[in-house]
Every structure is written in structure tokens, then in C-alpha cells.
Nanobody
Framework: QVQLVESGGGLVQAGGSLRLSCSAS????????MGWFRQAPGKEREFVAA????????YYSHSVKGRFTISRDNAKNTVALQMNSLQHDDTAVYYC????????????????WGQGTQVTVSS
């Protein structure tokens, strides 16, 4: 399995931006479709964005499309999530995810999880 470590979370005002990064180790990163999920207090973990192995195809949830951008650098074994125009409802723990054979757009399609990083958006 691949090991994932997120960084870049923090506190930001509404309308601001944050960039999350996820570093992978343990196996060849480029064989994995990658994604980001988030979980707010009292809510289920939900899909945010995903990217194919080569980076050629991206997927976004309706709630973040147009504001968030997922990217990857296979040479550096990293995947990033650029978050712009942040809203209070974006407050959550964000998790990096490696797909189990397909782009991880649902929780059941994830093979490996990171430990999560907190994003708090103040209104």
C-alpha cells in the first residue's frame, strides 16, 4: 500500500485561499488515481476532487467545482488541492486518498487514506 501524509491546512477567512499537499511513499505513486475527501463535524466523509494517474482527467464535486483545483506531480510523488474562494461550509478535515483501481470518487473506492488536515474557514 501507499502511505499518505497531508499538509497545508489551517485557519483562513471566508473568500481566502489555501493549498493542501499530500506526499506519498511506499509504492510507485504513478500507478494510483488520487483524490481528496473531507469530513465536517457530525457529517459523513464526502468526495471533493480526484485525478487520474497521469493527471489528464480530473473530477470535482458540485460544491467545489470552479473554486478548487486538483493537481499532481508524479516526479515528486505529490498531489495538491488548491482551494480558492473558501466558504464557511468548506470547514472540515481534509483527507488525501489513493484509489483502489479507479479514481476515488466514493469512499468505498479508496484503498489508502492519509491522516487528515484541518481546514477552518471563518465567516
Amino acid at each position: 500500500q501507499v502511505q499518505l501524509v497531508e499538509s497545508g491546512g489551517g485557519l483562513v477567512q471566508a473568500g481566502g485561499s489555501l493549498r493542501l499537499s499530500c506526499s506519498a511513499s511506499g509504492r510507485t505513486f504513478s500507478i494510483y488515481d488520487m483524490g481528496w475527501f473531507r469530513q465536517a463535524p457530525g457529517k459523513e466523509r464526502e468526495f471533493v476532487a480526484a485525478i487520474s494517474r497521469t493527471g489528464g482527467t480530473t473530477y470535482y464535486s458540485h460544491s467545489v467545482k470552479g473554486r478548487f483545483t486538483i493537481s499532481r506531480d508524479n516526479a515528486k510523488n505529490t498531489v495538491a488541492l488548491q482551494m480558492n474562494s473558501l466558504q464557511h461550509d468548506d470547514t472540515a478535515v481534509y483527507y488525501c486518498a489513493a484509489g483502489s483501481g479507479r479514481p476515488p470518487t466514493v469512499v468505498t473506492g479508496v484503498g489508502s487514506w492519509g491522516q487528515g488536515t484541518q481546514v477552518t474557514v471563518s465567516s
